[in-house]
């Protein structure tokens, strides 16, 4: 679903992603885990098309993001670290908008609101300007956005920040159920935790670089994958 | 602190012009030498000269009839209203939301520090609004009564005090639009009329006071005299320019009282201003089926919300529209007194008169700049516009039809209006209303273009896109000088030329121009806005 190939990204003279290469494969939950400013959101952001990268190639279902990145962001969503959204529209306004630029019928899209906002409690305060929201009410909103038109591929970076529990509980149900469907989910987190419960393979990144990657029982063996992922840090 | 918190402040206001983003380097010492020059020739080069020719008017007269403090009282006062407007329109917003006061506020700085830093430069872009009047009346005024030093350093206080007294109203404004905001739920709208009435009060001063001051000249003397003896505080305060060293010192004293007082009524009240909530009506939500809109109609929509809901926006990008409408409504309520006055100056040659119109029109839609900061103000959302499945052109598209839009609807009745008022020949006529429209095709084209080439989404104010960004001076600079240009080159060579056909060629020039740009916008502009 999500093929990175040799990705390498500078920024000026600093290497930010070192001829990095993943393959997320339909059903798969891939995390993406390194320390702070290993190169993830570069990555992710290349990923989705809104970087250009210096060399390598992203295919999506088999599509090249570079050369035909309509139909890769019409498969794909994508939620970002701080999801700052139009805080001059409203929930429910900004829900039509994404609906539109997906050509969402009305009727299917009404019954896609009504069920995505009442999994996260958010219906009642779909009218209030996204202004007025909390950090955990974008986050909502910005994941009820990216679910509302199907895509193949869910792309976030650090979905669970700024969820409350019950929120993030029904986050993971939603990506596993998704994955089960036949979708992909490629996310990075700190939360390494989380990490190990939810995702099917995970790679790790440190200084742009792919260190390791693979199912679960591949990176960490018979440790921890905290403790897998420090013993990486401390080489 | 206060020096860390000042050098925050004048990195952010003056970031474009050390720093590269598109290259992400600093400039060259050449490049921002260049920069600086160019800022200066701007505003004390195109906005000060205007100031220079009411300074030359009333100098000589007053200094003549020996009320020298008069032309400084009149010169001073113009310079602090024209501070005052500027300060209002910038002084709210960056003072109280300011998008890193939430950081500031968190971090061990007092806040008085913080309060101090953003009043500082407050006062510098005061100084600079009032420099563009004062500075010209106090140079004329030099050279008309061969000053000394004293006179000059006197005049150079007379600078900063009128600049103290900018701060501490614009302060005093931005404070009562601070507190009505906390109160009010359709902010924007309200906002835009009250500018809008400060606007057309500032502009109805302005037109009476070219008959007051003709009939100030003529009677100097006496006015001074009994203006002297009726007001004798503002006498002094003249005489400041005058170089009378007694009323600057207490002067001097007097507005430093009132900044540090200012300050520390600012400071009081701070916290509690930036941090509390605007009143927000629970709007209940009511499920309902949603109309289907096209993408790019979607877009479309996406940038009208925008611009209806953000003040700043719409005074400072579209009040050129509201000029149209103002020009138009005039005419049609004056036409008589306009038809025998276009025949009393130009006697037959009327369709020069239709030329100089239609080149009004264009310089008042050339006022309009709303595409030109658009791209800017996607800001930290830039991510969903870049992120979704829709082509770039289509986003840079969405831009120039809401400028295209907003000036052309005023537009169309103000040509509505001078076509059903105005005695003019027929076909010059015809093509006077045609080439506003395809100037303004022009200019929405020209403004998505500048935005997307000279795009800073990376901003902690919305007003340094709105305006200090260069596509917004760019584009309204050289949209005025376009027009102005249409004007001049009939005058010229309009003998080669008849009023209908050279009127044709510049319809012909601009929608081929627009018609290249939004080629430009489709092609490599897309390329520059997905790489932003």
């Known amino acids: ?235 | 602190m206060f020096k860390i918190l000042l050098k925050k402040q004048f990195q952010e206001i003056f970031k474009g012009y050390f720093y590269d983003a598109k290259k992400n380097q600093m400039r060259s010492k050449g490049s921002i030498i260049a920069w600086f020059a160019f800022f200066v020739i701007l505003i004390f080069g195109v906005f000060g000269s205007m100031f220079v020719s009411l300074a030359v008017t009333l100098c000589w007269p007053l200094v003549n009839a020996n009320a020298g403090w008069l032309y400084f009282v009149i010169m001073a006062g113009t310079a602090i209203l024209i501070g005052v407007f500027g300060a209002v329109a910038t002084g709210y917003a960056a003072l109280f939301l300011a998008k890193d006061n939430d950081l500031l506020l968190s971090l061990p700085i007092p806040i008085k520090d913080i309060v101090a830093a953003r009043l500082m430069s407050t006062f510098l872009l005061g100084t600079l609004y009032t420099a563009i009047a004062l500075v010209p009346a106090l140079v004329v005024y030099w050279g008309t009564a061969s000053a000394g030093i004293v006179e000059v350093l006197c005049g150079i206080t007379l600078l900063i005090i009128a600049a103290a007294v900018v701060l501490c109203v614009g302060c005093l404004f931005s404070w009562i639009v601070a507190k009505i905001a906390l109160r009010l739920e359709n902010k924007s709208l309200l906002s835009v009329l009250i500018i809008v009435a400060f606007l057309a009060l500032y502009y109805f001063v302005y037109f009476q006071a070219g008959e007051a001051m003709m009939e100030l000249i003529a009677n100097a003397a006496a006015y001074s005299a009994s203006a002297k003896d009726a007001a004798y505080v503002i006498y002094l305060f003249g005489s400041i320019g005058e170089g009378n060293v007694t009323a600057t010192a207490v002067f001097l004293v007097i507005a430093i009282v009132l900044v540090a007082l200012t300050w520390m009524a600012l400071s009081h009240s701070y916290l509690k201003l930036v941090t509390a909530s605007a009143k927000t009506k629970r709007v209940r939500y009511v499920e309902k089926t949603a109309s289907f809109k096209s993408p790019f109609s979607a877009l479309v929509s996406k940038e009208f919300a925008k611009y209806r809901s953000n003040a700043n926006y719409i005074l400072n990008s579209s009040m050129g529209s509201l000029f149209i409408l103002v020009f138009g409504v005039v005419t049609l309520l004056n036409a008589q007194s306009i038809n025998e006055l276009i025949v009393e100056i130009w006697g037959n040659d009327l369709a020069f008169v239709c030329v100089v119109l239609c080149g009004a029109l264009c310089m008042l839609a050339g006022t309009n700049t709303i595409a030109a900061p658009s791209v800017s103000l996607e800001g930290r959302s830039l991510w969903i516009l870049q992120s979704l499945p829709i082509a770039s052109k289509n986003v840079l598209r969405a831009k120039a039809v809401v400028h295209l839009v907003l000036t052309a609807a005023p537009l169309a009745i103000a040509v509505a209006c001078l076509a059903f008022a105005l005695d003019l020949p027929a076909t010059p006529k015809a093509l006077m209303c045609i080439v506003p429209f395809a100037y303004v095709v022009f200019t929405s084209m020209a403004g998505s273009f500048l935005g997307v080439k000279m795009a800073n989404v990376s901003w902690t104010n919305e007003l340094m896109p709105l305006k200090r960004s260069g596509a917004v001076i760019v584009l309204m600079l050289g949209g005025w000088g376009i027009a102005i240009a249409f004007i001049l080159i009939y005058f010229l060579f309009g003998s080669a030329l008849d009023a209908t056909t050279y009127m044709a060629v510049w319809i012909v020039l601009f929608l081929g121009i627009a018609a290249y740009l939004l080629h430009w916008l489709d092609t490599k502009g897309s390329q520059l806005f997905a790489e932003l």
């Open chain 1, 1 to 235: 679903m999500l093929n990175i190939e040799h990705l390498t990204k500078r920024y000026g003279d600093k290497l930010a992603v070192d001829d990095l290469s993943l393959h997320i494969a339909p059903g798969e939950i891939y995390g993406f885990i390194g320390p702070n400013g290993a190169g993830k959101t570069t990555t992710i952001k290349c990923a989705v098309g809104i970087l250009q990268f210096d060399s390598g190639a992203v295919f999506i279902d088999n599509h090249s993001i570079a050369e035909e990145p309509l139909y890769c962001k019409g498969v794909l969503a994508y939620i970002p670290d701080n999801p700052d959204l139009y805080e001059y529209m409203s929930g429910i306004k900004y829900l039509n908008f994404i609906g539109d630029i997906f050509r969402i019928p009305p009727d299917e899209r009404q019954l896609k609101i009504r069920k995505l906002a009442d999994t996260f409690g958010l219906t009642k305060d779909l009218a209030q300007p996204i202004a007025s929201y909390s950090h955990g009410m974008k986050q909502k909103l910005a994941v009820i956005a990216a679910w509302i038109h199907a895509p193949k591929l869910i792309v976030m970076d650090e979905p669970f920040v700024g969820l409350d529990p019950k929120a993030s509980h029904t986050l993971k149900l939603m990506m596993r159920e998704h994955c089960d469907a036949g979708g992909a989910i490629f996310f990075s987190t700190h939360v390494l935790e989380v990490a190990e419960k939810l995702c099917d393979k995970v790679a790790i990144i440190r200084q742009g670089k792919l260190v390791r990657s693979g199912t679960m029982e591949e990176v960490k063996g018979d440790d921890s994958l905290e403790e897998a992922f420090l013993e990486l840090e401390a080489e």
